[in-house]
């Protein structure tokens, strides 16, 4: 077995260790178990307790920052020095209804924004068909315009070394116009690049904002910015499943922004295009390019990569399929795509070892983050709704005095944790859009359902994909790109 191997069998592995010690020490030594589960509540409590600090301190950065007029502070702050930088925005597409392209493309064009320095780019697929032109050129015609340039270009199939996925479309885009960025005598450090789902609606703040940190940042070339995606879209259109797990990933994603070095890159993202062209642009053979691209990064400059939160959003769509029936099935493949992250594992870890120049106790720090981010994934929700309690199937340990002080003392650590989802639907509360008329009486009872929904969501659209992912890459069943379906 090779070390390549070896690095994608270990999270699984870790995983499903971590599901069978607990189910045979029940059996045989039920105290122990109880006792182990115990210490991994408390464990759990305070990491909770942490997240919840770190939401309030996300969501009061974010606030602060949507109310900034981030063009008024550019010119405020830099005179007439932020009108040298470029943006390149690049947004990849396959078959999606021009319908929601037409909403992202639009609201691009409304940034509170000089627009004369945005390139804009649809990037379509070869492999789409004619139909992808067609809505291409209607946009370019639409909406051509309000940009400085509107560029298409058209990712051809089959080209060596590639997979079919977002990846090889945005890098062909990305060399593309840097040909045209060259030739045009512009300084690559000076762009920065943007890339964007279809379904996404920046905020009309967010390329000021943007330009002003990358004007800020004393290295914009060893630093990636990272926006806060919402999944706000269409949130109160989906079924409340759904409404849970988009609001669980824009607060993990808050969360995560006002802690600078847990941060990685994720979907939306923006990098200099000198970055890119030192990095080669993204990788071309995995399917979860954003984050992928983090380590990438890291890398190629031996560890002086670091990402810069951008606490204003991006909006994106919560999946809905168009029935019930599909989107849990879109939502769960979604969410076992973005679990694929985990093959980054033995890339990580192998090139972790091999890079001497990487700060010595950081790099370790990064790999244990990385293990136990995709651990936690797979096992919290598991271990807190189902195996904790599996002590009592042993008819001994029934009769003990550890039997009859568990669920009391269980019960309290639930109740402490509780505090954790007060802030959670408090947040909510404020950070969602207006519910719509008539909506009331369905939502007063969704809050209601809240408690008890919210730990079989977790499982179903959580742990059980991660599981899945996890477990197909021990045995070599590798993920293939797909789109997840919107409408």
């Given at each position: 077995m090779n070390a390549k191997k070896f690095w994608e069998i270990f999270p699984g592995l870790t995983t499903w260790l971590s599901f069978l010690i607990p189910i045979v020490l029940s059996f045989f030594i039920p105290t122990a178990a109880a006792a182990l589960f115990l210490v991994y509540t408390i464990y759990w409590l305070i990491k909770c307790l942490i997240m919840s600090w770190h939401l309030i301190l996300g969501y009061f950065h974010y606030r602060k920052e949507i109310k900034i007029d981030w063009q008024w502070k550019l010119e405020e702050d830099f005179s007439d020095h932020w009108k040298?930088?470029?943006?390149?925005?690049?947004?990849?597409?396959?078959?999606?209804p021009v319908e929601v392209l037409d909403r992202a493309v639009g609201k691009l064009a409304r940034s509170n924004y000089l627009l004369a320095k945005v390139i804009f780019v649809l990037a379509i697929e070869e492999r789409a068909g004619e139909e992808a032109v067609k809505r291409a050129e209607e946009l370019k015609k639409r909406y051509g315009h309000f940009f400085g340039r509107f560029f298409i270009t058209r990712h051809p199939v089959n080209i060596k070394n590639e997979i079919i996925g977002k990846g090889a479309n945005i890098t062909y885009a990305a060399k593309e116009l840097t040909k045209y960025i060259l030739k045009e005598k512009i300084d690559p450090l000076r762009v920065v690049v943007t890339t964007l789902d279809s379904d996404n609606?920046?905020?009309?703040?967010?390329?000021?904002?943007?330009?002003?940190?990358?004007?800020?940042?004393?290295?914009?070339?060893?630093?990636s910015f990272q926006p806060l995606p919402m999944y706000f879209n269409n949130i109160w259109q989906v079924p409340m499943p759904m409404r849970i797990v988009a609001l669980g990933s824009s607060f993990w994603q808050m969360i995560e922004s006002t802690r600078p070095r847990h941060l990685r890159n994720f979907s939306a993202h923006a990098q200099t295009l000198q970055t890119l062209i030192d990095v080669d642009y993204w990788s071309k053979v995995t399917i979860v390019e954003d984050g992928h691209q983090f380590w990438r990064t890291y890398f190629y400059y031996h560890g002086n990569h670091l990402v810069v939160p951008i606490f204003v959003p991006i909006y994106q769509d919560a999946v809905w399929a168009g029935n019930y029936r599909d989107t849990f099935r879109e939502q769960y493949l979604q969410k076992k795509r973005w679990a694929w992250g985990v093959s980054d594992m033995p890339y990580v870890i192998m090139n972790t070892i091999k890079d001497k120049q990487l700060p010595r106790l950081y790099k370790w720090v990064n790999v244990g983050r990385l293990l136990e981010g995709h651990w936690a994934w797979a096992t919290t929700s598991i271990f807190l709704?189902?195996?904790?309690?599996?002590?009592?199937?042993?008819?001994?340990?029934?009769?003990?005095?550890?039997?009859?002080?568990?669920p009391l003392i269980y019960s309290r650590l639930l109740t402490a944790a509780m505090l954790g989802m007060a802030i959670t639907i408090i947040i909510s509360t404020l950070l969602l859009p207006p519910r719509p008329k008539g909506h009331w009486p369905r939502m007063f009872v969704e809050w209601l359902l809240s408690p008890f929904l919210l730990p079989l969501t977790n499982i179903i659209f959580g742990s059980l994909p991660a599981i899945d992912s996890q477990t197909r890459l021990m045995l070599g069943k590798y993920l293939e790109y797909r789109v997840t379906v919107k409408k």
């Open positions: 040298s930088i470029y943006h390149l925005v690049i947004m990849p597409t396959y078959k999606e609606q920046v905020h009309p703040q967010y390329l000021a904002c943007l330009t002003h940190r990358y004007i800020q940042n004393k290295d914009p070339r060893h630093t709704v189902l195996i904790g309690w599996l002590p009592f199937l042993n008819h001994n340990f029934r009769t003990t005095i550890w039997a009859f002080n568990f």
